[in-house]
């Protein structure tokens, strides 16, 4: 992240966050507290493997809590008007992470201490989750929260095989979720459609005061564990949009992204339009120069969006029809 936003001349811009370790009462209004104290232990005896995917080192529980503590004081800083939007690149990754279980490289779910602690306050939230892999620990612990509007664009199938166009919320939030389930080889364009017909008229008529992104990077096309297209200008073209929603008040956790150079151009050009001439509060590093890339256009996925658009539609129909 660092070299990233020196390579685009951010630098003067950018306000450093010294991030603290959430506590555990804040961990806990998501993560079971039995669970949480099972991975601390588990850390402290030295780690191992969680799952085949899922190692824990002995720093693993530090860094966790300390990833989630990132987004709350950003919250904190941001409230005051010290800055106008945060961008947290911190490890490890937290949108597998459920209730009680660890998954996906993720131990605890940095977003949802977020976005709860914010619901605490009597806030909305928008989660828009754009990681190449669905954010299903993110969808479960606010699946029926009408206060949390949870959208998430992923290639699928893919892991974890879950986010599918017909999961939209629980009985007290019908169409609080919103999934966009695309191809392998999906372009930078369908993902800008998406967000034009489907994302923002949604978060338009849900009014969050706040927006979280999980910005995993891994729908990039460099990337070795994904499929999709995308490319630094693509990441920067869905930046500046959801930097619009609510300004000021915009929490970005870095999630996914397995290739070096890849992270670094994403992340700095993210950056760059959330920061539109204003102050972003960020921590952590990702090394390398910055690049900017064209957007990208022709790959498959459209009939997807459409899906999701009459989906979504409908639900709004039924709830009209309901709240006359």
Known sequence: M???????????????????????????????????AAVERFCEAGGGMVDPDTVASVDSWTAATHA??????????????????????????????????????????????????LRAAGERVVIIDWDAHHGNGTQDLFWNDPGVLYVSAHEFPLFPHTGRLDETGGPDAPGTTCNIPVPAGTTGD??????????????????????V??????????DPLTGLALSSG???????????????????????GYDEQALVESTAVTVAALLSEQRVIGTGHVGGPAETEPPTTGG?????????????????????????
């Open 190 to 211: 369908v993902y800008l459609a998406a967000f034009d017909d489907v994302v923002e008229p949604l978060v338009e008529r849900f009014a969050p005061d706040w927006t």
């Open 68 to 117: 989630a503590g990132a987004g709350l004081e950003a919250v904190e800083v941001l409230s005051e008007g010290r800055g106008d939007a945060a961008f947290l690149a911190v490890r490890p990754p937290g949108h597998h992470a459920s209730a009680s279980t660890a998954r996906g490289f993720c131990l605890v779910n940095s977003a949802a201490v977020t976005a709860a602690a």
């Open 2 to 36: 660092a070299r990233g936003i020196e390579a685009a001349g951010l630098r003067d811009a950018v306000v450093e966050l010294e991030p603290r370790a959430a506590t555990s009462a804040e961990m806990a209004r998501v993560h079971d507290p039995t669970y949480l």
């Open 300 to 324: 498959p996925g459209r009939d997807v969006v459409e899906a999701t658009r009459r989906i979504h539609a409908t639900i709004r129909e039924e709830s009209e029809k309901f709240d006359h």
């Open 234 to 256: 693509d990441f920067a073209a869905l930046a500046e949009r959801v930097a619009r929603w609510t300004p000021g008040r915009i929490v970005a956790f870095l999630e996914g």
């Open 213 to 222: 992104v999980s910005a995993g990077f891994d729908a990039h096309r460099r």
